[in-house]
């Protein structure tokens, strides 16, 4: 199947200012098992943040293999391609990794789930063969749901991440496989890659480690309409050990409305240690529960 998506429209003076990211994917079934699935990808990426502008062209192969009903273990091999300019400095990459993630879902629903829990893991152990950094990054996120009400009013949510990158020298890592935190998928009250170090002109760097945490309530006020009080916080670390220390932090709340795909999300948030230069609120929408 083929796929592709444009974004910031609006902000966009031209082609060459947009995101975009366009996929040829296959999939074959029962791949020497009832089990497994192999996976072929081929995507081109144009990405323009506060952190970097990135033209890349990735490709790469694997299995999925359904241990059961919640367990999925996924290997692959992945090569890509890149020109990543950065305020300081431009390069290219030509990254080949071995991406291996294991899963493992007890939750009642995948868009918007009440109860049970998730975990995911991965470790991909890389190398530029356009330069000189080898690299492993690992990543663990976790969560878990619990509606202590018999009416299903109320869902209590909670989510926890921690990542790190071994091996090599910050500046050595190509600057989108570093890790940012900020947005809504993570750390609500900021804007999208904000939290975590900076240059001097106060634009993100991105880190060798990353702490993330979230707690929800989701309480049902209407048939089809909720209301989702939320905390989240977390930090990106210059070292590959994670810093618990210097949490950021945003609060905030936000609505949601079922629909047969899924609930829609629109999520307002602040920062409760709003430092200077920074956003005083920030607002994020989506499709599915932010985790």
Known sequence: RVEGSVSRIGEADSFENLNYSTAILFEKPAFYGIKNTFTANLRGVQEFTDAYKRRSLRGGFGVRR???????????????????TEPAKESEHLIASIPLEYSYDASDNKLDPSEGYRFSALLEPATDLAGSASFVKVRVTASAYYTPDAADNVTLAARASVGSIMGADRSAIPADRRFYAGGGGSIRGFAYQAVGPKNAAGKPTGGLSVVEASLE?????????????FVDFGNVGTSSTPDFTDLRMGAGVGIRYVTPFGPLRLDVGVPINRRKGEDSWAIYAGIGQAF
């Open 66 to 84: 359904e241990i059961d009903k919640r367990q999925t273990l996924t290997a692959a091999l992945d090569m890509d391609w890149s020109r990543i």
């Open 217 to 229: 309530a989701r309480i049902k006020v209407a048939d089809k309409f909720g209301i989702v009080p």
